[in-house]
């Protein structure tokens, strides 16, 4: 993938708001409960060993990634915590987690099966997460007799899996509404009943689950959303401490024109000028992960909102202007500029999306910048 290093959009990263989100976090934590930072999807868009670094420094013990590559990526980088891997594998890949000491999330026996002959011959033990499916409805065991037939099987394997964990997913602990949270909660308790010994790690909090149900059993907190500074309920709830956002998304006006009235702008004609008009185009697009749907949004250019007109190009978009502007004068697309502010959340709403896909979304191409507010 190639970094777009060499043009003026740019993703704006303050660690210090990373370092601060952590922090908080961490200060909220009972007596033996741990942070594991969530950095999965490039740290939800804000660039993985950055973001595992200072939040490590801010007190995260340990990581959950999605893919194992993710997780090799953090080994390669040094990092000796342990590291989780959130989704289901296979287990043919068995023998590379373990050499790089990655904890599998199992929520399968055939995997137990599967995986236990590869790691036996190679000598090998692996870390194993239980998953329990308590309602999402994703991965894990169901019920009480799947989970029973998984702990005899590592009962079984003994020399060949490590059983490390037990965890699931809340499905809407980020929500006014809760019971569901409680049914799934109490759904975990009762599967936690048959577990004769409970392993090192019990976990089922997410972001939400520690802010706003930080009673709930478990001595981890699996911390995405927040450590990135976004309410992971949108506006829903209201978060117990201040949250910094961590991403500010900036660029500048590369063009400036003025059209007469009744031109059109961008592919499929979709904007006519109802006047003589202003136009900027800004060097960002869908192949940056600035979505197709935005047109009609607006950015912020020298602190005034401006619409975007025409249709979103895979690397540019038009922009209506009050008047003329300098090129080269800044742009947000995210955070504040002047007196005004556009949120993640903002973009978002416009798109009927959620934050966390539109700050994951931002593709490799954009440029991380990494900076430290206080
Ligand atoms: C299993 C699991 N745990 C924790 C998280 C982190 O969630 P959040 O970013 O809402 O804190 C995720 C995120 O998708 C997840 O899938």
Same mark, same amino acid.
């Given at each position: 993938m190639v970094?777009?290093?060499?043009?003026?959009?740019?993703?704006?990263?303050?660690?210090?708001?990373?370092?601060?989100?952590?922090?908080?976090?961490?200060?909220?934590?009972?007596?033996?409960?741990?942070?594991?930072?969530?950095?999965?999807?490039?740290?939800?868009?804000?660039?993985?060993?950055?973001?595992?670094?200072?939040?490590k420094d801010a007190g995260a013990s340990g990581f959950c990634v999605a893919l194992i590559d993710e997780g090799l990526a953090l080994r390669e980088a040094g990092f000796t915590e342990p590291i989780l891997i959130l989704g289901v594998n296979n287990p043919l890949e068995a023998v590379i987690m373990a050499q790089n000491d990655l904890s599998v999330s199992v929520g399968d026996v055939s995997f137990l099966d599967s995986a236990a002959p590869l790691l036996r011959q190679s000598q090998l033990k692996l870390k194993v997460h239980l998953a329990l499916d308590t309602g999402m409805g994703r991965i894990g065991f169901r019920c009480s007799n799947d989970l029973r037939q998984a702990l005899g099987r590592l009962d079984r394997y003994v020399e060949e899996f490590e059983f490390a964990g037990l965890f699931t997913h809340f499905a809407s602990a980020d929500s006014k509404e809760t019971y569901y949270f409680e049914q799934q909660l109490n759904n975990l308790n009762e599967m936690l009943k048959i577990v004769p010994t409970l392993p090192r790690y019990v976990h !089922?909090?997410?972001?939400?689950?520690?802010?706003?149900?930080?009673?709930s059993v478990g001595n981890v907190v699996r911390y995405g959303i927040g450590m990135y500074g976004l309410n992971p309920s949108g506006t829903e709830l209201t978060e117990p401490k201040k949250l910094r956002p961590a991403l500010e998304l900036v660029s500048q006006l590369i063009a400036v024109k003025q059209v007469q009235k009744g031109a059109t702008i961008g592919y499929g004609e979709t904007y006519l000028a109802s006047s003589d008009e202003w136009i900027g185009t800004i060097p960002i697009?869908?192949?940056?992960?600035?979505?197709?749907?935005?047109?009609?949004?607006?950015?912020?250019?020298?602190?005034?909102? !401006?619409?975007?007109?025409?249709?979103?190009?895979?690397?540019?978009?038009?922009?209506?202007?009050?008047?003329?502007?300098?090129?080269?004068?800044?742009?947000?697309?995210?955070?504040?500029?002047?007196?005004?502010?556009?949120?993640?959340?903002?973009?978002?709403?416009?798109?009927?999306?959620?934050?966390y896909e539109v700050i994951s979304a931002l593709t490799e191409r954009v440029q991380r910048v990494y900076v430290w507010n206080e």
């Open positions: 970094v777009g290093r060499h043009r003026e959009t740019k993703a704006v990263i303050d660690l210090g708001a990373i370092y601060h989100n952590v922090a908080v976090e961490v200060s909220r934590l009972r007596k033996g409960q741990e942070l594991f930072a969530v950095v999965k999807a490039n740290a939800y868009g804000h660039g993985l060993l950055p973001v595992a670094r200072v939040a !089922c909090a997410n972001t939400a689950t520690a802010m706003w149900h930080s009673g697009g869908y192949a940056d992960g600035w979505s197709r749907s935005l047109q009609g949004f607006s950015v912020l250019v020298d602190g005034q909102y !401006c619409e975007i007109v025409g249709r979103v190009c895979m690397d540019q978009i038009m922009v209506r202007l009050p008047h003329q502007f300098k090129v080269g004068t800044k742009v947000t697309l995210i955070g504040t500029n002047g007196k005004n502010t556009i949120t993640a959340q903002q973009v978002a709403d416009y798109v009927h999306t959620i934050h």
